[in-house]
C-alpha cells in the first residue's frame, strides 16, 4: 500500500525518482544536458524547494523563475517540455505515493508550471528573443 509524502526523504526519494526517468526522457532529457545541468548539485535545491511548498518547512531561497527564464535564453522552454515534466512528475508520484500531500505535490507543480510559461512568455516579449 501507497503512503503519503510526510518527510524531507520522502522528497528526496520522490526528486531522485524524477530526475532519473527525466534525464533519460527524449523530450526532457535533452534540455538538461544542454543546460549544463548536475544532478548532484540540483538535488538539494530542489529537495529544498519542495520541503518548502509541501511541508511547510522553509529551508528553500532562491528565485526558481529567474533561473527559468534565463534558461530559456540558453535552450528554449516549449509547452511540450512543461507537458513532459508534469507526465512524468505525476507518473512519479502515483507511482510511489497516495494522499494530500501527494496530490498537492502535483496541483502545486500544476500551477508552478503554468505559471513559469507565462513569465518565461513575458520577459521574451520584452526582451525581444
Do not use: C
Amino acid at each position: 500500500m501507497k503512503r503519503d509524502i510526510k518527510d524531507q526523504e520522502d522528497i528526496r526519494f520522490l526528486v531522485i525518482e524524477f530526475y532519473n526517468q527525466a534525464l533519460a526522457d527524449l523530450v526532457i532529457g535533452p534540455v538538461f544536458k544542454a543546460a549544463n545541468f548536475s544532478l548532484e548539485a540540483h538535488i538539494p535545491v530542489m529537495v529544498k524547494f519542495w520541503e518548502t511548498i509541501l511541508l511547510d518547512v522553509v529551508t528553500y531561497k532562491g528565485n526558481p523563475m529567474l533561473k527559468h527564464i534565463a534558461l530559456n535564453q540558453e535552450v528554449p522552454l516549449k509547452g511540450e517540455h512543461f507537458e513532459r515534466w508534469m507526465k512524468i512528475w505525476e507518473e512519479t508520484i502515483r507511482t510511489h505515493f497516495e494522499g494530500p500531500v501527494a496530490d498537492q505535490a502535483i496541483s502545486r507543480a500544476s500551477s508552478i508550471g503554468q505559471l513559469m510559461q507565462y513569465k518565461i512568455k513575458q520577459a521574451t516579449n520584452t526582451t525581444g528573443l
